[in-house]
């Protein structure tokens, strides 16, 4: 190791460690399971992933599960990236760790899974609907969000900003689930 990069390393991880306690502490006094903000985000978590237990095509559970994991893990990544950079936060959370669990892993990616079999069943643009839905997340839910302060914005950030990330999410996992669709057409 370089000089001074272990004394590095060790301030960053003393930081995070302390980052972790005040994120801890945050939860138990103003996140947790006495406030019904927290079970409104339990809702956001639970109803979708019933939802979709309850209404996916059997038949196409792996296409739709491939897809919907590449929409959560895309999600995710720049959400997380989001909170890190200080570009907007969820002040309540299931659990103080994860603080946007319940959308990165349940409320958004379910849609679009949802969506992306209606359309397949359908024979209808998942392109276009994709469009719809990600004005109804970035220019209706998202601004409910911030009314009941589920999620607050930063830097510049805005419902714009939003709305390009879900379709970019969208478009990326669609080509990522395409191509993997070819490969095994291919074999």
Partial sequence: MKDGQTDYLNKIRSMAEELSQFQIEYWKSFSNFETWQFWVVIL???????????SIDKNKTLLLGFFGLNYHIWFAYVNSIGINLGLWEYPYQILSFIPSFALDASLVPV?????????????????????FLSAFFAFVLKPIMVNFHFFHMYKGVNYVYLFIFYVAFFIVSKLI?????????RN
């Fill in 177 to 185: 689930t395409n191509l993997f669709v070819w490969l095994k057409k």
């Fill in 44 to 54: 956001m978590l639970i109803v979708p992933l019933i939802v979709l237990f309850v």
């Fill in 111 to 131: 849609s679009f899974m949802l969506l992306y079999q209606w359309t397949l069943n359908h024979k209808k643009n998942i392109y276009l609907y994709s469009l």
